[in-house]
């Protein structure tokens, strides 16, 4: 994947893959990043820095919330889903099958009846 | 010895605006996050400075931390209200003190001294009448209109000094129970623009009282009315030089990334 338009595509997409790396369990945002390119297997990468402006932007949404806990060699921030980013999560994963199918459908060249 | 992760905290520091819980977490998290980064890359087997270079490539560019750690718009309406609450609280409080200093000079010196009438104002029979009977052992028109004007002078002056005193009192009260606010105005801001006001209004009341002072002169008459804007005066110039000696105590003189940076 091209760098710059994977990044791009990736930041379109933060806010729902962030709900879906802490369906999984509270973290922090280091664990967040590597998780990230982990479960991707490195296709999805973007500049490290670019998602505490995010995790932040998601707990003012109320989507998140988190606390102060001991790391290895200093305190870190930890992130977790609230009931409404479990909701907003569900909602987000039901439209990216929607959308999926629909670029699925045209990519493929199957037309609908 | 400061390395890669040590520089880019410093320009996150210097770049974002101090003091606000933001920056204190963006800082916070920053400096865990590129710190765990670059342990992990030594554990794989880079040496200390490539692995701080390295992590510090990967976190990305300083802008997008700096725009999250600014202070949102409401810190900044909730900060000047609280500064502008103080100035009022504070200005209010000295006009009671006037107050208070009329008085007295309304004891020393007399009404006429603090309030009496300048040359060529009369009033009607009605409205001495009304002056008389208020104070009626003054012994004239211009005497009872004095006492009827410095004891104006000093109760509207009082009351404005017990308004200003629930108000400190409330600010204070306010700042115990909210100790989550934010400063995000620098900590000279109240003084420097409570000594700029009280000096403004210190000149323009004394000036004020030295006109009086020189046009009864000419007119050969006694100082009548001195007292209310002397007493402003003085008051305002004493605040204004107490003010003045905050802002001399919480003017910055070394900054945190400053002393880094000369440490390093």
């Not at chain 1, 990736?10 to 982990?38: C, F, M, N, W």
């Not at chain 2, 104006?152 to 308004?163: C, F, I, K, N, T």
């Amino acid at each position: 994947m091209d760098t710059v338009a994977g990044t791009e595509r990736t930041k379109g997409h933060l806010d729902a893959l962030l709900l879906a790396l802490l369906a999984s369990g509270p973290q922090h945002g280091y664990g967040v990043i590597a998780e990230l390119r982990d479960r991707s297997e490195g296709e999805l990468d973007l500049p490290e820095g670019t998602v505490y402006p995010a995790l932040h932007r998601l707990e003012r949404a109320g989507l998140l919330e988190s606390t102060w806990a001991p790391g290895t060699t200093r305190r870190r921030r930890v992130y977790s889903l609230t009931a409404a980013g479990w909701t907003a999560l569900s909602a987000e994963r039901h439209e990216w099958a929607r959308f999926s199918t629909a670029v699925g459908s045209v990519l493929s060249g199957v037309a609908s009846a | 010895m400061s390395d890669a992760i040590d520089d880019y905290l410093d320009e996150l520091a210097g770049r974002a605006h101090p003091g606000g819980a933001r920056f204190r977490r963006v800082l916070a998290e920053a400096e865990e996050h590129l710190r765990e980064s670059a342990a992990s890359l030594r554990r794989a087997g880079m040496d200390e400075g490539s692995a701080a270079c390295e992590a510090v490539s990967r976190f990305g560019p300083v802008e997008p931390l700096v725009a999250e750690a600014r202070p949102s718009a409401t810190v900044w309406a909730a900060d000047a209200v609280r500064a502008a609450w103080l100035l009022g609280s504070t200005g209010l409080a000295a006009v009671g003190l006037s107050g208070v200093l009329a008085w007295a000079l309304q004891a020393v010196a007399g009404a006429r001294f603090v309030a009496g009438d300048t040359n060529g104002v009369t009033y009607t029979t009605a409205r001495c009448a009304d002056f008389l009977e208020y104070y009626p052992h003054a012994g004239s028109c211009s005497a009872a209109a004095a006492l009827h004007h410095a004891d104006e002078v000093v109760m509207y002056r009082v009351l404005a000094g017990v308004l200003g005193l629930v108000g400190l009192l409330a600010y204070l009260w306010w700042g115990r129970s909210r100790t989550g606010h934010q400063r995000v105005l620098p900590a000279v801001t109240v003084p420097a623009v409570a000594a700029a006001a009280f000096l403004l209004a210190a000149v323009a009341l004394l000036l004020s009282s030295l006109g009086l002072a020189l046009g009864e002169r000419v007119h050969g008459e006694a100082w009548s009315g001195i007292g209310s804007p002397l007493s402003g005066g003085v008051v305002s110039l004493v605040a204004a030089v107490l003010a003045g000696l905050l802002v001399l105590r919480r003017v910055p003189r070394r900054t945190p990334w400053a002393e880094a940076s000369r440490g390093a």
